[in-house]
């Protein structure tokens, strides 16, 4: 039940994020969790970081492949918004 609660207090605030931010912050967690559990004993710390690097890169990537079309935007307030890419983008 613990793990539960706490794999969903990472996952909840994630709603309000992009595909591409979604996609790295799973893959980063993910690939984190891998990595050092496939890494040698003495090296746990250096194979979560890999892993979550690689994670992260592969999980972005996959996740803007589901943005087709799309573009993020910032507006002259700061506010940022997706929204249909301009043609030759």
Do not use: F, W
């Amino acid at each position: 039940m613990k793990k539960l609660a706490l794999c969903l207090a990472l996952l909840v605030p994630l709603a309000a994020c992009s595909q591409t931010q979604q996609g790295a912050a799973i893959g980063g967690l993910g690939g984190a969790a891998i990595g050092s559990a496939v890494a040698a004993p003495g090296n746990r710390t250096e194979g979560a970081l890999v892993g979550g690097a690689v994670g992260a890169v592969a999980g972005g990537l996959i996740g803007h492949a589901n943005e087709p079309n799309q573009c993020r935007y910032r507006d002259r307030y700061g506010r940022t918004y997706v929204a249909p890419c301009q043609r030759g983008y």
